[in-house]
């Protein structure tokens, strides 16, 4: 894959060698330029030395855990997109290595065709300079920092009413659908009742919008919800 003229290379660490191959193979029949590692110090060295476009980075490694390898680039100052790979029911992991500075994270298992898009998203983000904060009127989100703020007020949010507020707000003005919410926030393959979507838009109104007596958060009919732009 060629991206702004340059060949786009991923760094794939991931000890398990079968997986690791399928990953390689995926991103490399869509054009990706692949280098594997089988273990998180050669990963971490790889990542600095190499200055790969994008990471894609296991969790669960031998020697240093992914979460470790992914803190350390970070205090060093290395910001290449960082896609982290987790296992099915690993909540508290996801939400440590999104605290921890990656940049999104797919849990296992999941298809190729999603793999090599949240690659090239994290590239187009990268590419636009991934800006720190998004905002949508006085609404303003870090998804760095993972702080939200209305006006000067901050607003606390839990991770996953978070992820689904920063979905909304990259695509403002776009009404999604509870099927599209369910498989960027809770995960493609993850089988939930997409009620679950209502539920959770619920809880972000209670906090976004009520309290400032606002309506962001918007219902479009027989299409799904969107955040309504400035
Ligand atoms: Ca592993």
Known sequence: MVHDGRVVEVLVIEDEVRLARAVAEGLTSHGFTVTLCHNGHSGYQQAK?????????DLMLPDLSGAEVC????????????????????????????????????????SYPVLVARCRALLRRAAAGDPAEISVDDLVLDP???????????????????????????????????QEILDHVWGVGYARDANVVEVYIGYL??????????STVQTVRGQGYVLKGP
Request: aromatic share 6%.
């Open 71 to 110: 803190a350390r680039l970070r205090q060093e100052g290395v910001w290449t997109p960082i896609l982290v790979l987790t296992a099915r029911d690993g909540v508290s992991d996801e939400t440590d290595v999104l605290n921890l500075g990656a940049d999104d994270y797919l849990r296992k298992p999941f």
């Open 49 to 57: 030395e190499r200055h790969p476009d994008v990471i894609v980075l």
């Open 144 to 178: 760095r920092r993972r702080t939200l703020r209305r006006a000067e007020t901050p607003i606390e949010l839990t991770r996953r009413e978070f992820a689904l507020l920063e979905y909304l707000m990259r695509n403002r003005g776009r009404p999604r659908t509870k």
């Open 205 to 214: 109104r209670r906090k976004v919008d009520a309290p400032f007596g606002t």
